[in-house]
Structures are given as C-alpha cells and as structure tokens.
C-alpha cells in the first residue's frame, strides 16, 4: 500500500534557549500537549518544499547568513490569526523588519517559495484544530503573558535548518549570523 504520508517540508528557524523560550514551552504543555515536544523558536522561513538537494541549501544559507550581523527582536502581545487559521502566537513588537529582511534575503534558490499568506515574524504558542478553541487559548495566553516577568528581548544570532513532516522536526545544520555589527 503506498505511503499516504505527507512529503518533507524544510523551514529555517532560530530557537529560543532562554527563560522566554521556557515560559513559551510550559504555555503550550498546558494549552495544546499535542505538540508540547516542539521547541520555541522564531521562523524565518515557514514550511516549505525543497527544490534541489539539502546541501545545497545549507551551503547557500551560510553563504548569506555571513553578511548578517546578529539582532535582537523584542516580543509584544499574544494574539491569533483568527479565523484564517486557528494559530495562537506572540508577535514580534519591535524590529521584526530585520526578521523581514532576513525572510527575503533567504528565500531563494532551492527554498524559493510563495508563502500562502504575507510573512509575519511571530513565536506561535498553538496551532490548533478549530477555531474555537484558538479563542479559548487565546485569552488563556493573553493572561500568562502577562505573568512573565522576564526579558522580552530575543537575540537572533544562530539558525537552524530542519526538515519536517507531521509536526516532526529534525535539526539538518546550524547556521549562524557571522557579519560584525556595526
């Protein structure tokens, strides 16, 4: 019988390995379990299919990425992309541009794809299976949120390319952000 699983999808992400990235993965153990296992991370490229081979791929991202200089971005309100998708998230507040900037910088050549919906830096909390209990996540995150006392201050200087199906990921390459700040 063939297999009716869905094809790998790549996406480059930078992971969040800080008490933010903690808070975010206990708000989800308890909102959506389902996917408890996935760490916290920013996108910079969403899911997409991989036109050409995986070294490829790697080799161009570290070939870009050494002309970007790490960042940092800072993290504001929790909120949804209700009703498009039931996707509960927080977005990026402040100098998520420099997330834009480095969307467009990368997607091209083998992991060149038209996005279904504009690009949006964001950390999602949950993506769930109807819309209704997107709301009741929503305003469950919007109270934690509130609670976390930490930095909202997110350094971007490492990313990771991984390939994925079914909510399974599995880290392919490092790759960092090499250019010296000015």
């Not at 992400?13 to 206990?26: H, N, P, R, S, W």
């Not at 996108?43 to 991989?50: E, Q």
């Not at 480095?102 to 060149?112: A, M, Q, T």
């Not at 934690?144 to 930490?150: A, P, S």
Request: charged share 25%; proline share 8%.
């Amino acid at each position: 019988m063939p297999c009716q699983c869905s094809p790998d999808q790549y996406a480059l992400v930078a992971y969040i390995k800080t008490a933010l990235g903690e808070f975010v993965e206990d708000l989800r153990r308890d909102v959506h379990p389902e996917h408890a296992h996935l760490p916290t991370h920013l996108t910079v490229l969403p899911p997409r299919p991989l036109h050409g081979r995986e070294e490829d791929a790697v080799a161009m991202l570290r070939e870009m990425s050494a002309s970007v200089a790490p960042f940092q971005v800072e993290l504001g309100e929790v909120a949804s992309f209700l009703p498009i998708t039931p996707t509960v998230f927080i977005r990026v507040s402040y100098a998520g541009y420099r997330m834009r900037e480095l969307h467009e910088l990368l997607n091209r050549n083998g992991l060149e794809y038209t996005e279904p919906l504009p690009y949006m830096p964001h950390v999602t909390v949950a993506k769930l299976n109807s819309n209704e209990r997107a709301e009741e996540v929503l305003e469950a995150s919007k109270a934690r949120w509130q609670e976390f006392k930490g930095t909202h201050v997110v350094t971007v200087d490492r990313l990771t390319f991984v390939r994925g199906r079914d909510h399974t990921w599995t880290d392919l390459a490092e790759i960092e952000l090499a250019a010296v700040p000015r």
